[in-house]
């Protein structure tokens, strides 16, 4: 194509005379640009328009929060490119890159300013170029918020939709309007939840708009689901062990009446008070129990007499099937219980110390546990980027951190986000954490002498879509899990590491090809779990100097601090300051420039200052700097989970 014939049918410049347009072709240069190169780069001054003769860009905008590089939109031949920061004069607003091999003609600012000064039309044509981009991005991001109030429930309208999905995407039909479904959404960016609709409303157009989460939860009373949530409380209501018929008698005989109800009363307070652990520690003085509320653990009651001690546990472990003559071994097990009609797993692991065996009981109530993910990640532009793993449609996300960070809990939101009926997803876990319709889970430690690389090798063999592998433990199971990811599965997995990049080292170091590593891989996810500052007690506070020097030292705050907060404690928090805990996460995103450093094994800087200078790295500080900025943690909790950096 010549830039004669370029400029003829670009939207810009087509209403020129044949006469002007070869002037303007004769001042054209043209440029070869390779794939990943940018050509105009956000912050910089606009000193030239492009037209694309061949090849395609991606326009990324860098969120100013955490750094990461955002697609707005893609452009390919014919279309201009650069041309905003020429008429409004400043610096350019996007960067563009380009996705593959391409050819573009560059025209200079002053040739472009003549123009526009001798050429009327093209000031049009550019104005109308313009208004398209800002409608179709207004389109694709900018959703109408709304009162649900003025609209009336249709019970036939939203039996389309299972009420779950409703309840659990925060999703609600509420008209239909136009040929169009008026679909609330709590989340309007979620687009999975929006995808999720449209498959249960094939052939019809969804409209979706924002309304609060509160809203959405009145309509979807008015609508006659209020039946299906939880009850808050379960510390009055019965107590039911699901056991096996032939447990029963043995079930029902161990311990005495008073055994049975100190168990009952130990459990019930631990579910009710929102514990994710309880502790059954033996003394001298007597048997203390400890529940871990929000992260921090609290006493409650009386220490149960030392002889006690000893039937209590032989309860705990017949209800989970263990061998009560044991006392010298630790052992592990689990019991599946439902309390006021919710069903709560504990994972019980034993001990033997110098005073008794010590017990220690993992909470896991799916009522709780399972959480959408914009409960996780509340940074609206990271959790974009989260999703974004989540719904690839292949590869490996790894999900990082330390024991008892939520890692769990996080990859079950990424399932959440992908089931349906569609799919085909299957788990192999040490222990199933959770129990989910639609899913075949397996759990390794009822098949002897089988862990999780011959339980995943086998089912690669029945071709599922994803794969969650609870832990990857061994350079065998990481190995098949980056086959399966190239052969075109996605595999969500967990990973103990203190960062993104220690996780990179990590596979490197169990003797990952670095090609494969690099191929396989869609991102890594780490996070720590801290605690939220209570809404109902939190004021503004002026911490000591030394306190703003440490922030400012790791990177959290700069020479403009934020309104920082605390807590006093009060009734709605129970006097501890905090109501639960909020992950603070750090995420590193494969894109090109990223994947090509990995695949020649660069060192663990030049990953970081790679991905950092892509926009495909979200640093740990910088998060805890958005949760300080908004209120959610103080400076005490930010600064409790970051590395020491070295003075």
């Known amino acids: 194509m010549t830039p004669t014939e370029l400029l003829g049918g670009s939207q810009v410049f087509s209403s020129l005379p044949a006469a002007h347009i070869e002037q303007i072709a004769a001042r054209l240069e043209r440029r070869q640009v390779a794939k990943g190169e940018d050509l105009v780069i956000q912050g910089r001054p606009g000193d030239a328009l492009f037209v694309i003769e061949a090849g395609r860009f991606g326009v990324f905008v860098r969120d100013p929060d955490f750094g990461l590089a955002i697609e707005v939109a893609q452009l390919g031949p014919g279309d201009c490119l650069g041309e905003l920061a020429l008429v409004t004069g400043e610096p350019r607003s996007a960067t563009c890159t380009a996705l593959v091999d391409s050819t573009v003609h560059r025209l200079d600012r002053a040739v472009f300013d003549a123009i526009l000064t001798q050429a009327p039309q093209v000031q049009r044509d550019l104005m109308k170029v313009l208004a398209a981009r800002l409608a ?75 309304a609060s989460r509160e809203d959405v939860d009145r309509f979807i009373d008015r609508l006659g689901m209020g039946g299906a949530k939880p009850p808050a409380k379960t510390a009055d209501q019965p107590i039911r062990y699901i056991a096996e018929a032939e447990d029963a008698e043995r079930t029902t005989r161990a311990g005495g009446p008073d055994v049975l109800e100190l168990v ?110 914009e409960k996780i990640v509340l940074a609206e532009k990271v959790r974009q980027a989260v999703r974004k793993m989540f719904y690839a449609p292949h590869g490996v996300v790894l999900v990082t951190g330390p024991t008892g960070s939520g890692k769990t809990t996080t990859l079950y939101s ?72 190239l052969a075109g599965r996605l595999v969500l997995t967990s990973f103990h590491t203190n960062s993104c990049i220690a996780a990179l080292v990590r596979l490197f170091e169990m003797g990952m090809e670095p090609f494969a590593l690099s191929g396989a891989l869609v991102g890594v996810i780490h996070q720590r779990l801290i605690g939220r500052i209570c809404p109902e007690c939190r004021t503004p506070f002026d911490y000591y100097p030394q306190i703003i ?64 200078r892509a926009g495909a790295f979200v640093p740990l500080h910088r998060y805890l700097a958005f949760l300080l900025q908004h209120g959610i943690t103080t400076p005490g909790e930010a600064l409790s989970v970051l590395p020491r950096r070295p003075d």
């Open 549 to 612: 020097d440490n922030l400012r030292h790791a990177r959290v705050v700069g020479e403009q601090v934020p309104t920082l907060y605390r807590s006093k404690g009060c009734a709605s928090c129970r006097e501890q300051g905090f109501a639960g805990r909020v992950a603070a996460l750090e995420i590193l995103v494969m894109d090109e420039e990223v994947r090509a450093a990995v695949a020649r094994q660069a060192a663990p800087e030049e990953i970081v200052d790679v991905a950092l």
């Open 136 to 210: 179709a991005a207004g389109a694709r991001q900018g959703v109408p918020f709304v009162s649900l109030a003025r609209y009336e429930p249709d019970p036939q309208l939203a039996a389309l939709i299972p009420e779950q999905t409703v309840r659990r995407r925060g999703v609600v039909p509420v008209a239909f309007e136009n040929g169009a479904v008026t679909m609330a959404a709590v989340d309007p960016a979620d687009t999975g939840a929006i995808e999720e609709v449209r498959r249960y409303m094939r052939g019809v157009r969804v409209r979706p708009v924002a």
């Open 264 to 373: 009952n009363r130990i459990i019930l307070t631990g579910v009710s008070g929102g514990a994710s652990d309880i502790h059954v520690e033996p003394g001298r003085d007597g048997t203390r129990v400890r529940y871990r509320v929000h992260g921090s653990l609290e006493e409650k009651g009386e220490p149960i007499p030392v002889e006690a001690h000893k039937p209590l546990l032989s309860r705990f472990k017949v209800l989970a099937r263990l061998d009560i003559t044991e006392t010298r071994k630790p052992q592990e097990g689990r019991i599946s219980l439902e309390a006021g009609g919710r069903p709560v797993d504990l994972r019980l692991s034993l001990v033997p110390t110098k005073l008794g065996q010590k017990l220690v009981m993992r909470v896991l109530d799916s009522s709780t546990a399972l959480v959408p993910l």
């Open 414 to 485: 990424g399932l959440l986000e992908r089931r349906n009926p569609e799919i085909s997803i299957v788990t192999v876990e040490d222990p199933v954490e959770f129990h989910l319709d639609g899913l075949s889970q397996v759990e390794i430690g009822q098949i002897p002498e089988v862990g999780f690389s011959t339980v995943l090798r086998s089912f690669l063999r029945q071709d599922p879509d994803i794969i969650l592998v609870g832990e990857t433990r061994d350079a065998e199971t990481a190995r098949l899990a980056l086959q399966a990811g």
